[in-house]
T-cell receptor
Framework: GEDVEQSLFLSVREGDSSVINCTYT??????LYWYKQEPGAGLQLLTY?????DMKQDQRLTVLLNKKDKHLSLRIADTQTGDSAIYFC????????????FGAGTRLAVHP | EAGVAQSPRYKIIEKRQSVAFWCNPI?????LYWYQQILGQGPKLLIQ????????DSQLPKDRFSAERLKGVDSTLKIQPAKLEDSAVYLC?????????????FGQGTRLTVV
């Protein structure tokens, strides 16, 4: 079935690295995404990774994909207070029709 | 490029009343989604349109929720009658095409409170 799981909360000190983890169920997912949601705002795409890759780097963001374990992670280097938000992992679930399925979100709190 | 527009931003209704939300996707985007996001949870897909046809509505409570996409562009989502558990943010999103590395752009959402 469709299920994307994430830990609910992460607290880090400003300047440290943050690692947000996600597990997904559809082994045939073609793309996996990380979205960011700030209070009162819609979701904003941060980055994505194609399923034939195992790593993607984009400035302070590094995405790691372990297809065997169906595990996805997002690393934010030099975390800033502006990174405080909820981060959602999402997969393309291809059961019948391609659907974009989200996890419950990880709330990242950055403290000085 | 204009983003996904949703209205209203906020709505408060009593249970058993009706409510409708409107979404104008980004011009040229074939795929339109409605998601329900209950406080503290991730967005749950209610319905997905490809142009003006429904490709997935498996999670839509069809006894009370309905949606349509007019001429493959704007969309409305209706709840009739509303229940307390329908209190949530309703997010509309659109994309050129799903299944490829195309971004789904989200509107700011409509926050519904049912009292």
């Amino acid at each position: 079935g469709e299920d994307v799981e994430q830990s609910l909360f992460l607290s880090v000190r400003e300047g440290d690295s943050s690692v947000i983890n996600c597990t997904y169920t559809d082994s045939s997912s073609t793309y996996l995404y990380w979205y960011k949601q700030e209070p009162g705002a819609g979701l904003q795409l941060l980055t994505y990774i194609f399923s034939n890759m195992d790593m993607k780097q984009d400035q302070r963001l590094t995405v790691l994909l372990n297809k065997k374990d169906k595990h996805l992670s997002l690393r934010i280097a030099d975390t800033q207070t502006g990174d405080s938000a909820i981060y959602f992992c999402a997969e393309i679930f291809s059961g019948g029709y391609n659907k974009l399925i989200f996890g419950a979100g990880t709330r990242l709190a950055v403290h000085p | 490029e204009a983003g996904v527009a949703q209205s209203p931003r906020y709505k408060i209704i009593e249970k058993r009343q009706s409510v409708a939300f409107w979404c104008n996707p980004i011009s040229g985007h074939a795929t339109l989604y409605w998601y329900q996001q209950i406080l503290g949870q991730g967005p749950k897909l209610l319905i997905q349109f490809q142009n003006n046809g429904v490709v997935d509505d498996s999670q839509l409570p069809k006894d009370r929720f309905s949606a349509e996409r007019l001429k493959g562009v704007d969309s409305t989502l209706k709840i009739q009658p509303a229940k307390l558990e329908d209190s949530a943010v309703y997010l509309c999103a659109s994309s050129l095409e799903i299944g490829r590395a195309t971004e789904a752009f989200f509107g700011q959402g409509t926050r519904l409170t049912v009292v």
